[in-house]
């Protein structure tokens, strides 16, 4: 189910550019979003390799992007994404106690990616925009053990990954300044909102 949801959103995301109105004007040349996303690929990649039941805190992700546009349809530029989740680790599962707690894994993973971005519709106030990155992401533990003489408690070995995102959005606003909403997979989640600022061409 999940395959059949990414692969509809990735051929989406190819056609809309291609039968783009071409006859968009380029208002801004510069700008800059910073957004919120949730469940990004990256909160489920690693994990500890021990037969304990965890209880993870993920507060969601937050990224910031800046896009120079080429023309009215392409443009390109730089995302990043931050990542962090706190996951405690417990030697029996639910109810969960304090003193089944074997350790805590302060995990947080940083992503920076080149982005292309395609403004494929323009109506009034409303933008339909298609977004491709692809990067890296690294990684930072940092564990805290309750029972270091009972438990012996290894770190994961990956430190980074590759890192990705495909994303439909659309961008409602006046002016300068417009919300943005998005659907993909990738490190900014599967759903994303945020706010963006274009900065006028002088």
């Known amino acids: 189910m999940k395959k059949n949801i990414f692969f509809s959103i990735l051929l989406a995301a ?7 109105q071409f006859d968009l004007t380029r208002d801004n040349r510069h700008e800059i979003s910073i957004g919120y996303g949730h469940l990004a690929v990256s909160g489920a990649d690693f994990d500890l390799d021990y037969p304990y039941y965890r209880q993870v805190d993920n507060i969601g992700t937050f990224y910031g992007a800046y896009t120079c546009m080429l023309d009215s349809i392409v443009g390109l530029g730089l995302t990043y994404c ?22 805590t894994l302060d995990e947080s993973s940083h992503s920076i990616m080149a982005h ?3 403004n494929c519709f323009k109506y009034k106030f409303l933008m339909i925009f298609a977004k491709f990155d692809a990067g890296v992401c690294f ?23 590759f890192a990705w995102q495909t994303a439909l959005g659309a961008e409602v606003g006046i002016g300068s300044w417009a919300l943005f909403a998005q659907i993909g997979v990738g490190m900014e989640g599967n759903a994303c909102v945020g706010i963006n600022y274009k900065f006028k061409n002088k």
């Open 14 to 20: 190819f056609a809309l550019p291609a039968s783009a």
């Open 82 to 103: 931050y990542d962090p989740r706190i996951i405690n680790y417990y030697d029996k599962p639910y109810p969960y106690t304090q003193e089944l707690n074997i350790c």
């Open 116 to 118: 292309a971005k395609f």
């Open 139 to 161: 990684w930072d533990y940092r564990l805290q053990e309750h029972h270091p003489d009972s438990y012996e408690i290894l770190l994961p070995k990956e430190h980074a990954c």
